[in-house]
């Protein structure tokens, strides 16, 4: 069964700075893994999506890596604004998508 | 086409009643997902299906919830009987099958959920 987990859990940064969260995932046998953005009480807005031939994906200021071998998965946000508050949630599907607990991102102003 | 819509948007119930909620996916989607969200936790699946048919289901979807997609367009989740532990946000999304050199991958798009509180 995969499990898939997200550190750190919260993160609070001044805005500006370039920062990664992690995440990692048992199941190496993935399609694909996908990144999320959620805003409170909203849905799942699709951020980047990795294939599983692939090792990163770029979208403006985010960029995305995925090393299958080691089950891991990083993005990175460059020069953060307050905006980017949100919750972040990586997933990984097997038979089925399977997404962490995501990680609560504040960007102070 | 303005993307994956569900309704209500919010719905609150009494213990024992019954609900149903609507997703209409994106109109050329042939899958369909239902997922659970709890406060500080990523989705949960629930099920899924392809065109009309229901393809697989998790073991969180107890006898008590339904779900259908009767012409493999829009799909509906009923609970019955609800409980207060059925409190959460509901969650469908939608995707297609796309190919890239012989590679298939599924993106999945998601609306902006249903609210649902059992007092």
């Known amino acids: 069964k995969q499990e898939v987990t997200q550190i750190p859990a919260a993160l609070s940064v001044p805005e500006g700075e370039n920062l990664v969260l992690n995440c990692s995932f048992t199941?190496?046998?993935?399609?694909?893994l996908q990144w999320f953005r959620q805003d409170p009480g909203k849905g799942l807005t699709s951020l980047l999506l990795i294939q599983s031939s692939q090792r990163e994906q770029t979208s403006g200021r985010l960029n995305a890596s995925l090393d299958k071998s080691s089950g891991r998965s990083t993005l990175y946000i460059a020069a953060s604004q307050p905006g980017d508050s949100a919750t972040y949630l990586c997933a990984a599907p097997s038979r089925q998508l399977t997404f962490g607990s995501g990680t609560q991102l504040t960007v102070l102003p | 086409d303005t993307g994956v819509s569900q309704n209500p948007r919010h719905k609150i119930t009494k213990r024992g009643q019954n609900v149903t909620f609507r997703c209409d996916p994106i109109?050329?989607?042939?899958?369909l997902y239902w997922y659970r969200q709890t406060l500080g936790q990523g989705p949960e699946f629930l099920t899924y299906?392809?065109?009309?048919?229901?393809?697989?289901k998790s073991r969180l979807l107890s006898d008590r919830f339904s779900a259908e997609r009767p012409k493999g367009s829009f799909s509906t989740l009923e609970i019955q009987r609800t409980e207060q532990g059925d409190s959460a946000m509901y969650l469908c999304a939608s995707s297609t099958n796309r190919g890239d050199r012989g590679n298939t991958w599924y993106e999945q798009y998601f609306g902006p959920g249903t609210r649902l509180t059992v007092t």
């Open positions: 299906f392809q065109n009309e048919a229901q393809l697989e």
């Open positions: 199941d190496s046998a993935i399609y694909n």
């Open positions: 109109s050329e989607h042939n899958r």
